[in-house]
């Protein structure tokens, strides 16, 4: 795991830092002193405690975390439960994942405290089952918070009883949605429902529930350990605490990244990940598959929910993909929209059919088999599948479409004219070589390259072989000393 340091991080702190394995490593680190402050505290003020700190679900809309256990714990009903998300559903995301096998007695206690707070004694933690070692450390984590008195009957000798059970991930993307985990964890077909009724209301097997992704709940011990005030010390007005990114693409430094609400994605990916000089930045990518694709000068945007909302951004699963010069505004696109359609559930038409239609048009743009008066007829139908769509995946799919045709337009009129797009002979042009008077001999290079084509001995300079090399440059960020330059032929 590639973990981004920064100054601010609540989160990711003891990733690395703890023995995940080891209950007590958790405990030096002050692990479970926020479940030992609020079993002395009345349930009612943990709730209140946190609507004073104005958290945050980290996921969409950002609905308070207070608010949704004030709304659950009011509800009747003697049975309630506790969902949390640990399922990484877009592509390239892993920060449940690394959550998980780096730090999982955080969820655990994360999961209890949320019990306590609404007054229920069952939690559910969705997670798929091939991330083994996440399972392996969650199973464990649950154990040993049992053999410490943190998890079973009179917890700490409060009189609070809880329990935790694992429940297998899908894995659909749809499932994501809360009332499709819901109905995947009672055994159904994970598929939305219309709200009302809400979860708070209607949930796990019909009783008051609340859901919520993991990097929501991870929070929580957190904030009831240190306070509401500490938690409005980090980050902005209405936006306090921190979001995880993933970082992936032209940049130096990829993986996770945890920074203050508010900061500018400018910020991010300069200041944090950094751009080589050779590299002509084109756009980024935010939110995941259902994100948008933007240009340079909205970099610039702060990170708050406000923000997102207003320029009709998704912060999703907090995926940020950076785009250069040899990217292509119409593929990405349609490669996002393919995406979406195999992810679909199908119970809606507008998400069923209107994505396919969308990626039929696509299909026919990319291989210059349309004409200009499709492009508004793309946007018309990119619009009515998000204005109709029963559940976020269908509402928010077509995004990358229609922030390419507002942003990256030129992309589509060449495709339509040519083709093909200046980024397709762009990317072409494209080759790495090695600097002799940088390169020192070191041989990273060399072992991280897939096809082998980088030859050189010990404490002399590398070649690289331009005819075998596939460009996937990955020699390119592990080399430390900026031997392996990109190079570009002429684009005739």
């Known amino acids: 795991m590639d973990i981004i340091k920064t100054d601010t991080q609540i989160l990711l702190q003891n990733i690395g830092v703890i023995d995940p394995e080891e209950i007590s490593s ?18 009612e003020d943990v709730v209140a405690l946190m609507l004073e700190s104005e958290l945050r679900g980290r996921g969409g809309s950002g609905f308070p975390v207070g608010m949704k256990w004030k709304i659950t714990r009011e509800h009747e009903g003697e049975i309630k439960y506790i969902v949390c998300n640990a399922n990484d559903l877009d592509p390239g995301d892993y920060k449940a994942k ?3 096998e780096g730090n999982p007695h955080n969820i655990v206690e994360a ?43 009179n917890i700490l000798g409060s009189g609070f009883d809880f329990d935790i059970y694992i429940r297998v991930a899908t894995g659909v993307f749809a499932s994501g949605e809360e009332t499709a985990l819901i109905a995947n964890l009672e055994g159904k077909r994970g598929e939305p429902h219309h709200k009302p009724p809400y979860p708070s209301a209607e949930g796990v097997n019909g009783m008051p529930t609340v859901a919520n992704n993991i990097e ?8 009831i350990l240190h306070g509401a005030d500490w938690l409005k010390s980090i980050g902005c007005a209405d936006n306090y605490g921190t979001k995880v990114f993933t970082l992936s693409g032209k940049i130096k430094k990829t993986g996770l990244v945890e920074v203050p609400l508010g ?20 756009g980024v990518h935010i939110g995941g598959a259902k994100g948008s694709i933007l240009p340079l000068d909205m970099l610039d945007i702060p990170t708050t929910y406000e923000n997102f909302k207003k320029y009709e951004l998704v912060i999703g ?6 785009l250069d010069d040899e990217d292509c505004g119409v593929e990405l696109a349609k490669n996002y929209i393919s995406f979406a359609v195999q992810e679909s559930c199908g119970k809606c038409t507008a998400c069923r059919i209107g994505l396919k239609r969308i990626e039929e048009m696509l299909d026919a743009i990319c ?71 940088k390169c020192i001999g070191c ?3 060399s072992r991280v390259c897939p096809m082998k084509c980088i030859t050189g001995t010990v404490k002399n300079p590398h070649t690289i072989d331009i005819e075998k090399c596939v460009k996937c440059g990955a020699c390119f960020k592990k080399c430390n000393f900026g031997a392996v330059e990109i190079k570009r032929m002429e684009v005739v």
Not at 216 to 223: D, S
Not at 317 to 322: D, N, P, R, T
């Open 26 to 43: 958790y405990i030096e680190h002050d692990g479970y002193g926020a479940l030992k402050k609020a079993v002395q505290m009345n349930p």
């Open 98 to 100: 690394v959550l998980v």
């Open 111 to 153: 999961v209890i405290l949320s019990g306590y707070a609404v007054g229920c004694r069952i939690g559910y933690i969705n997670i798929p089952m091939e991330n083994t070692l996440a399972v392996s450390r969650l199973k464990k984590a649950i154990e040993q918070a049992k053999e410490h008195g943190f998890l079973g009957e």
């Open 216 to 223: 929501t709940i991870a929070n929580i011990p957190y904030v």
């Open 263 to 282: 900061t500018s994605i400018r910020e991010i990916i300069y200041d944090l990940c950094g751009v080589a000089e050779s590299t002509v930045l084109k």
């Open 317 to 322: 699963s907090g995926g940020i993909a950076v």
């Open 367 to 437: 291989a210059g088999k349309a004409t200009e008066s499709d492009i508004p007829k793309l946007r018309e139908l990119a619009e009515i599948v998000c204005d109709s769509s029963l559940c976020g995946l269908g509402r928010n799919a077509p995004h990358p479409v229609l922030s390419t045709i507002d942003h990256f337009i030129d992309d589509y009129k060449n495709h339509i004219k040519n083709g093909a797009c200046p980024a397709v002979a762009i990317k072409k042009s494209k080759y790495y070589k090695i600097n002799p008077d």
């Open 443 to 445: 041989t990273a290079c």
